[in-house]
């Protein structure tokens, strides 16, 4: 009974947290879009300035590019893991478990990480709307992403 439980409970959280790391893969490749087509252009014979960063985004604040670098490949993983989950969740067995957690257990690391530097942006001020939904979705998947990770390890236990 507990097993089928943790089964729905973390069919639910793959179901959601993938959906997140696609929103967040859409924003975050808009934003980078943004800095590549607006970003800071130097034309020949022209100096760059004294506080020039490789990492301009100018649609946020200095810690913007760190954080749009980061959410996309946390993203990018998390949707990776995810598709690794659901073979687990297909299967539900031992033999899949160790691809669906090791991956699941990096993706979130990796959330973590970009929700580091969100912590860093929301200090920093002047960010725009869709960067504060990114900063939102990582906050919200750090958890959901720790409670997937528990509900396949749960499952492990009471077999």
């Not at 297909?90 to 478990?97: I, L, P, T, V």
């Amino acid at each position: 009974m507990a097993n089928s439980q943790m089964k729905y409970i973390a069919t639910l959280l793959l179901l959601l947290n993938f959906c997140m790391y696609v929103i967040i893969l859409g924003i975050g490749g808009w934003a980078m879009n943004r800095a590549i087509d607006h970003g800071f252009i130097i034309g020949p014979g022209l100096k760059l300035p004294a506080h020039f960063s490789p990492i301009y985004f100018p649609i946020g604040n200095a810690a913007t590019g760190f954080f749009v670098i980061f959410a996309l490949l946390a993203a990018v993983f998390g949707a990776a893991s995810a598709i690794s989950g659901l073979n687990h969740i297909r299967s539900w067995s031992a033999e899949s478990f160790g691809a669906a957690s090791s991956a699941a257990v990096f993706a979130w690391t990796l959330t973590l990480l970009a929700m580091g530097f969100a912590w860093k942006e929301i200090q920093l001020d002047l960010r725009n709307s869709r960067l504060v939904t990114m900063e939102a979705f990582f906050m919200i998947l750090s958890a959901t992403q720790l409670v997937y990770i528990m509900a396949i390890h749960g499952a492990v236990t009471t077999r």
